[in-house]
């Protein structure tokens, strides 16, 4: 098939680009007629247009004129428009408050797509999967951590063919995902169930399959964060992480998963706003306070050319995380920032400047003027520059991106409508859910749950979601005839302190299911003993489950603790009797669950599924932080009470 794509305007260039099969597969761009023409492309563009494509902002907001304030930006609009054609924008991040609906989104894709017909954008999203997704109507799956539970490198597979199929359905072209973190810190606030596991060898293979996944479908793929950020105690998104390790320890745990990702032949890469100090220990004042710190990854040239494209061998694009995130934006300015990015060997510049009415234009018009002059200047090689944007072209080439299908809007919303969260796809999120619920501890046989006709079961979980998650799931179970019909009482605790009146909850009810979700563990420990004294609402996360345990193992009531979240939180319950942990806290919103998780853990609190997971990771005694309360690999089979043998 011959298609002739016209190069953007100020070019005098048209180019015919062969493409086999229909689609623009890496076989079909790498030949040395289309690599060539590219060539021309880029040797003809203006420097607008260069840079241009080295931007990629986020209008995840916006307020049009006349308007008194910004909302959720969710049709096009010409104002917009006239953002991305003035600065020849190369890209496009979305976020949940883009892509409310299915049809919406279609539309939305597409009349970005029409401000920019010469060179197409990219249309970026993360949707890791579990935790971290921005689909609105789009199978959430279970997460990455919960994969890692359920050790079936086709369960990777198949989380990234259903991502990488429902978002190319609504014309979106790149995912920022999968993450191939190792996280070995218990305490890192930000990557816990993002990431597979804590062992790189597991990460590298679920991760590498993943990208497959995605990538057979024509969606890029993107590992983050490089070089990693699973062994850090500070969120990026407020603080500058620091990782201490020598390069012989980062080379053998956080690289490994990059390295071999790289090696499979992954498309873009994303950088960590992280100090790595044994591969470039620079020093810059901060802007914030003055102080001295060294330089993040993201805008560190040892990293990201040195370490990456020359030690590594990746020729891919590279991608900052969010320029607007507190370990950038509080330490550098918002200029100072994007010229750093770039003149590290940076492809593109992820939300450089905020902007969400054409009021804040100035904002994208002051980095786009300062990395002009900054490759005016020779600061930027332009040479570089060029280098940046043929990478950029050459895999849109490579993922059909500049030769776009002409379907029409109508059938492109009709395939969308059958692809995204149809009943496969949440069939095969529920299966990998149900398989990843690990069993930590069973004690007497407390599971599974067997009520009788109206027995009481009472709910307690941080959020109301999560409640009304288990709630239903529950009835569900009932309405089919697979377990009697209970009379269900549910109380979210987030906030809140134990009181009496939820002590005669508990002894009003047969059964007590109790979800935990800590972030951190932050009990206080006095001789190795978890203090219960303290019922500080502050301390709710740790202080109110334990209260429930502590009560219902009074009473002999059947209890269960659930964790949500992070699996090192079930180290603050070791005196439960049953505990499970389900790898992902969303529940039941706006008339879907967000989540298979929580439903795949009710199953098997009552014996409708039988939990096939081992743990992906460590989990450290609360009590004796040296000491591993349950080591990785470690699960019980339900039936036997033995261990799980993988």
Same mark, same amino acid.
């Given at each position: 098939?011959?298609?002739?794509?016209?190069?953007?305007?100020?070019?005098?260039?048209?180019?015919?680009?062969?493409?086999?099969?229909?689609?623009?597969?890496?076989?079909?761009?790498?030949?040395?007629?289309?690599?060539?023409?590219?060539?021309?492309?880029?040797?003809?563009?203006?420097?607008?247009?260069?840079?241009?494509?080295?931007?990629?902002?986020?209008?995840?907001?916006?307020?049009?004129?006349?308007?008194?304030?910004?909302?959720?930006?969710?049709?096009?609009?010409?104002?917009?428009?006239?953002?991305?054609?003035?600065?020849?924008?190369?890209?496009?991040?979305?976020?949940?408050?883009?892509?409310?609906?299915?049809?919406?989104?279609?539309?939305?894709?597409?009349?970005?797509?029409?401000?920019?017909?010469?060179?197409?954008?990219?249309?970026?999203?993360?949707?890791?999967?579990?935790?971290?997704?921005?689909?609105?109507?789009?199978?959430?799956?279970?997460?990455?951590?919960?994969?890692?539970?359920?050790?079936?490198?086709?369960?990777?597979?198949?989380?990234?063919?259903?991502?990488?199929?429902?978002?190319?359905?609504?014309?979106?072209?790149?995912?920022?995902?999968?993450?191939?973190?190792?996280?070995?810190?218990?305490?890192?606030?930000?990557?816990?169930?993002?990431?597979?596991?804590?062992?790189?060898?597991?990460?590298?293979?679920?991760?590498?399959?993943?990208?497959?996944?995605?990538?057979?479908?024509?969606?890029?793929?993107?590992?983050?964060?490089?070089?990693?950020?699973?062994?850090?105690?500070?969120?990026?998104?407020?603080?500058?992480?620091?990782?201490?390790?020598?390069?012989?320890?980062?080379?053998?745990?956080?690289?490994?998963?990059?390295?071999?990702?790289?090696?499979?032949?992954?498309?873009?890469?994303?950088?960590?706003?992280?100090?790595?100090?044994?591969?470039?220990?620079?020093?810059?004042?901060?802007?914030?306070?003055?102080?001295?710190?060294?330089?993040?990854?993201?805008?560190?040239?040892?990293?990201?050319?040195?370490?990456?494209?020359?030690?590594?061998?990746?020729?891919?694009?590279?991608?900052?995380?969010?320029?607007?995130?507190?370990?950038?934006?509080?330490?550098?300015?918002?200029?100072?920032?994007?010229?750093?990015?770039?003149?590290?060997?940076?492809?593109?510049?992820?939300?450089?400047?905020?902007?969400?009415?054409?009021?804040?234009?100035?904002?994208?018009?002051?980095?786009?003027?300062?990395?002009?002059?900054?490759?005016?200047?020779?600061?930027?090689?332009?040479? !570089? +520059?060029?280098?940046?944007?043929?990478? %950029?072209? *050459? #895999?849109?080439? &490579?993922?059909? @991106?500049?030769?776009?299908?002409? =379907?029409?809007?109508?059938?492109?919303?009709?395939?969308?409508?059958?692809?995204?969260?149809?009943?496969?796809?949440?069939?095969?999120?529920?299966?990998?859910?149900?398989?990843?619920?690990?069993?930590?501890?069973?004690?007497?046989?407390?599971?599974?749950?067997?009520?009788?006709?109206?027995?009481?079961?009472?709910?307690?979980?941080?959020?109301?979601? !999560? +409640?009304?998650?288990?709630?239903?799931? %529950?009835? *569900? #179970?009932?309405? &089919?005839?697979? @377990?009697?019909?209970?009379?269900? =009482?549910?109380?979210?605790?987030?906030?809140?302190?134990?009181?009496?009146?939820?002590?005669?909850?508990?002894?009003?009810?047969?059964?007590?299911?109790?979800?935990?979700?800590?972030?951190?563990?932050?009990?206080?420990?006095?001789?190795?003993?978890?203090?219960?004294?303290?019922?500080?609402?502050?301390?709710?996360?740790?202080?109110?489950?334990?209260?429930?345990?502590?009560?219902?193992?009074?009473?002999?009531? *059947?209890?269960?603790?659930?964790?949500?979240?992070?699996?090192?939180?079930?180290?603050?319950?070791?005196?439960?009797?049953?505990?499970?942990?389900?790898?992902?806290?969303?529940?039941?919103?706006?008339?879907?669950?967000?989540?298979?998780?929580?439903?795949?853990?009710?199953?098997?609190?009552?014996?409708?599924?039988?939990?096939?997971?081992?743990?992906?990771?460590?989990?450290?005694?609360?009590?004796?932080?040296?000491?591993?309360?349950?080591?990785?690999?470690?699960?019980?089979?339900?039936?036997?009470?033995?261990?799980?043998?993988?």
């Amino acid at each position: 098939m011959i298609k002739r794509i016209c190069a953007p305007a100020g070019i005098a260039l048209c180019l015919v680009l062969s493409i086999m099969g229909g689609n623009a597969t890496a076989k079909g761009y790498e030949n040395e007629k289309t690599v060539s023409d590219i060539q021309e492309i880029v040797e003809n563009m203006t420097i607008d247009e260069k840079v241009g494509q080295m931007l990629m902002p986020d209008f995840r907001n916006w307020q049009k004129q006349g308007e008194k304030k910004a909302t959720g930006f969710i049709e096009m609009n010409s104002e917009v428009a006239s953002i991305i054609k003035k600065y020849h924008l190369g890209g496009v991040i979305l976020f949940a408050e883009n892509v409310v609906d299915t049809e919406q989104t279609v539309r939305l894709t597409d009349g970005l797509q029409m401000a920019s017909p010469d060179l197409p954008l990219f249309i970026t999203i993360d949707q890791e999967g579990g935790i971290v997704t921005r689909l609105q109507t789009g199978t959430n799956l279970p997460g990455n951590m919960a994969l890692g539970a359920a050790r079936q490198e086709s369960y990777a597979y198949q989380s990234g063919e259903i991502i990488g199929k429902e978002l190319s359905s609504l014309g979106i072209n790149v995912n920022f995902g999968p993450s191939v973190d190792v996280n070995n810190n218990p305490g890192n606030p930000v990557i816990g169930v993002r990431s597979f596991s804590s062992d790189p060898d597991l990460v590298s293979k679920l991760g590498i399959q993943m990208i497959k996944g995605l990538q057979n479908q024509n969606m890029i793929a993107t590992t983050k964060h490089f070089p990693g950020h699973g062994d850090t105690a500070v969120d990026s998104h407020y603080g500058l992480p620091l990782v201490s390790h020598d390069k012989e320890r980062l080379r053998s745990i956080e690289l490994l998963p990059f390295q071999r990702a790289i090696d499979a032949g992954v498309d873009m890469m994303m950088t960590a706003h992280v100090q790595f100090p044994a591969f470039d220990d620079t020093t810059y004042i901060s802007k914030k306070d003055g102080q001295e710190i060294m330089v993040p990854a993201t805008l560190s040239q040892k990293v990201i050319t040195g370490l990456l494209r020359e030690d590594m061998g990746f020729d891919g694009v590279v991608v900052t995380d969010a320029l607007n995130m507190k370990a950038i934006a509080d330490n550098f300015g918002q200029e100072e920032a994007v010229v750093l990015a770039l003149k590290s060997g940076v492809d593109i510049a992820l939300m450089p400047a905020q902007v969400n009415s054409l009021q804040m234009e100035k904002n994208i018009a002051s980095v786009f003027n300062a990395v002009k002059a900054s490759v005016a200047s020779g600061e930027i090689p332009l040479n !570089q +520059v060029n280098q940046s944007v043929t990478r %950029i072209l *050459e #895999l849109k080439v &490579k993922r059909g @991106i500049l030769n776009p299908e002409d =379907t029409p809007i109508d059938k492109k919303i009709e395939t969308a409508l059958q692809v995204v969260g149809n009943e496969d796809h949440l069939k095969n999120e529920r299966k990998m859910a149900e398989d990843a619920i690990t069993l930590l501890k069973n004690e007497h046989k407390t599971l599974p749950f067997k009520p009788k006709k109206n027995d009481k079961v009472l709910i307690l979980a941080p959020f109301d979601d !999560q +409640v009304e998650s288990m709630s239903r799931s %529950i009835s *569900e #179970l009932a309405d &089919k005839k697979k @377990i009697k019909k209970v009379q269900i =009482t549910g109380m979210s605790f987030s906030g809140k302190s134990f009181t009496d009146q939820v002590a005669r909850l508990i002894d009003e009810s047969d059964f007590v299911i109790t979800g935990s979700y800590i972030v951190k563990n932050d009990p206080a420990v006095n001789d190795g003993v978890i203090d219960d004294s303290i019922q500080d609402s502050s301390k709710w996360a740790t202080a109110f489950p334990r209260a429930v345990m502590n009560h219902a193992k009074k009473k002999d009531k *059947e209890f269960v603790l659930m964790s949500l979240r992070n699996p090192y939180d079930v180290a603050n319950f070791e005196e439960a009797k049953a505990i499970l942990a389900v790898y992902g806290f969303k529940g039941y919103s706006n008339g879907r669950y967000r989540q298979p998780n929580i439903p795949a853990g009710i199953s098997t609190i009552f014996g409708e599924s039988r939990p096939k997971g081992t743990l992906p990771v460590d989990i450290p005694s609360v009590t004796k932080p040296s000491e591993s309360l349950y080591k990785y690999g470690y699960g019980l089979d339900i039936k036997s009470g033995r261990p799980i043998k993988k």
